[in-house]
């Protein structure tokens, strides 16, 4: 069954959609522009066809085809499914951001894996520096893969993406939590801000248990003392201790370049440690892969 992320800012027929949370059973509605193009011009979807609907508020929808024409579709409420699909922790990534395909794979493939945010960041080495008139776009379309991966894989909460930072300013509201410069400055694509404001991604403001900086082999800021053994136990120790309450993971991921000396500095400085994960180099877009898949075998 095809599934659908339902843009609560999104316009149809000149008006804000109604929010699913308010619809009952067999009530009908108007459908977005962005499930009306892709269900039904592009999937050619029919009358009494059924698909899913999520909104990121939790749970999905599952909703019947009631009426298409050119410019606009209507559908009814058959059922509602307050399943949760999002992992048992959550997971901040602040990622350098990378040129083309490789930054798209990187947030789809996080996605897959249960992200819950993602802080874009510039870095010394960094390839990509946006303008300020480029990051609404930019904004958009990444938060739009991430979008994408959800109605691929089942989850029913995106991740938040993060408009970009420095990491220099990222790291210093890691110490000062009075200024949470990703969070209250709410730099996200406008489809996504309404999420800001619901609990579970309230959880992202937490101080996170353990901070791990993907590190390279046989650098010199790296010796055995940070291998994975260490690591590992952190985590476990960490996911262990938090019980009933969310566990927060942030993992800093630099570029193909690799973070500069001072950049790996001010990250130890802040509470970060370095995490070797094998003994190969791995891309900036296959890190948060590996890192996402260990984390959660060890967090069960």
């Not at 990222?170 to 489809?191: C, R």
């Not at 003392?225 to 985590?235: D, T």
């Not at 262990?240 to 990250?267: D, M, N, R, V």
């Given at each position: ?32 522009e ?6 039904c ?6 009358v009494s ?30 059922a ?11 997971t ?8 083309g395909?490789?930054?798209d ?19 010394h ?5 946006l ?20 109605e691929q ?5 995106p991740?938040?993406i993060?408009?970009p ?28 801000e ?11 403001q ?7 900086v993907?590190?390279?082999p ?6 055995n ?11 476990q120790?960490a ?31 802040t509470?970060f440690e370095?995490?070797?994960?094998g003994k190969r180099?791995?891309?900036t ?16």
């Open positions: 069954m095809r599934r659908f992320y339902y843009d609560v800012t999104a316009l149809c027929d000149n008006t804000i959609p109604t929010p699913l949370a308010d619809l009952s059973i067999n009530d009908s509605f108007t459908l977005p962005s499930i009306v193009h892709h269900w011009r592009v999937l050619r979807a029919k066809d059924v698909a899913l609907l999520f909104d990121g508020f939790g749970g999905e929808y599952q909703a019947e085809l009631i009426e298409v024409s050119k410019k606009n579709a209507r559908a009814k409420l058959l509602f499914d307050p399943i949760e699909r999002t992992p048992n922790i959550m901040t990534i602040g990622l350098v951001m990378s040129r395909d490789r930054m794979y990187a947030i789809q493939k996080a996605t897959e894996l249960g992200v819950s945010a993602i802080q874009l960041l510039t870095s080495h960094g390839e990509v520096s303008k300020s008139s480029q990051v609404p776009k930019k904004l958009l379309h990444w938060q739009q893969v991430a979008i994408a991966a959800c894989c089942g989850l029913n909460r991740p938040l993060f408009a930072l420095s990491i220099e300013d990222w790291l210093k509201s890691e110490t000062d939590k009075s200024v949470d410069l990703a969070l209250q400055s709410q730099q996200v694509s406008p489809i996504v309404p999420l800001l404001r619901q609990s579970y991604y309230a959880n992202l937490l101080t996170a248990s353990l901070r791990l993907l590190a390279v046989n650098t010199a800021e790296v010796n003392q940070h291998l994975s053994a260490s690591i590992i136990e952190q985590i120790q996911f262990q201790a938090a019980q009933s309450s969310p566990c927060c993971f942030k993992l800093l991921i630099g570029p193909e370049g690799g973070l500069s000396s001072s950049e790996l500095e001010l990250a130890y400085s509470g370095a995490w070797q994960i180099v791995l891309r877009e296959t890190a948060p892969v590996v890192a996402l898949a260990t984390l959660h075998a060890l967090c069960r």
